[in-house]
């Protein structure tokens, strides 16, 4: 059983990793085609939450300027977008979104190995101390030894305990 319930953690922990970067590559094609982005080189998460949020470049830059959050500043050549409809802004917004929620899912996956290792090693020592208490047993076996001539030359006993 856990065995199993671990080959199926993996391959739901690998199959939403797949699945995530398919969408979030999607959505990223989906923002050079509509809002002329340009090649990711560069770019973070962070940018493309950006690129959600605001219309073009020249919209986040003023919002940036006028909170004084001047760190924050896209430089317009390397970063530039401009979204050419309001509903292909809400497309991707959409898609870039759904990635997010297909990554945060792994961490079900995730905790379910852990779970799973720590359940599966209680259990295993759990087994184990069972079948030790019941095989647990001490034997005494004596032994007449004798000599050559068939004399009695003593007594052996041997003594085991089995763990």
Request: glycine share 6%; net charge negative.
């Amino acid at each position: 059983y856990y065995f199993g319930v671990d080959a199926a953690s993996w391959l739901g922990l690998v199959s939403l990793n797949i699945y995530g970067n398919d969408v979030q590559k999607q959505s990223r094609v989906f923002s050079v085609e509509h809002a002329k982005t340009g090649n990711a080189e560069g770019k973070d998460d962070e940018y493309y939450a950006n690129l959600g949020s605001y219309d073009n470049i020249y919209e986040y830059n003023n919002d940036k300027l006028t909170r004084g959050e001047y760190s924050l500043l896209y430089d317009v050549n390397k970063f530039y977008w401009d979204w050419d409809d309001f509903q292909n802004q809400q497309i991707y917004e959409s898609q870039r979104k759904s990635s997010e929620r297909i990554y945060n899912t792994r961490i079900v996956f995730g905790s379910l190995l852990v779970a799973n290792r720590i359940i599966s090693g209680i259990s295993a020592y759990l087994l184990a101390k069972n079948y030790n208490k019941k095989s647990s047993s001490v034997n005494i076996q004596p032994e007449l030894l004798y000599k050559n001539d068939y004399s009695l030359d003593g007594i052996k006993i041997n003594l085991s305990k089995n763990f």
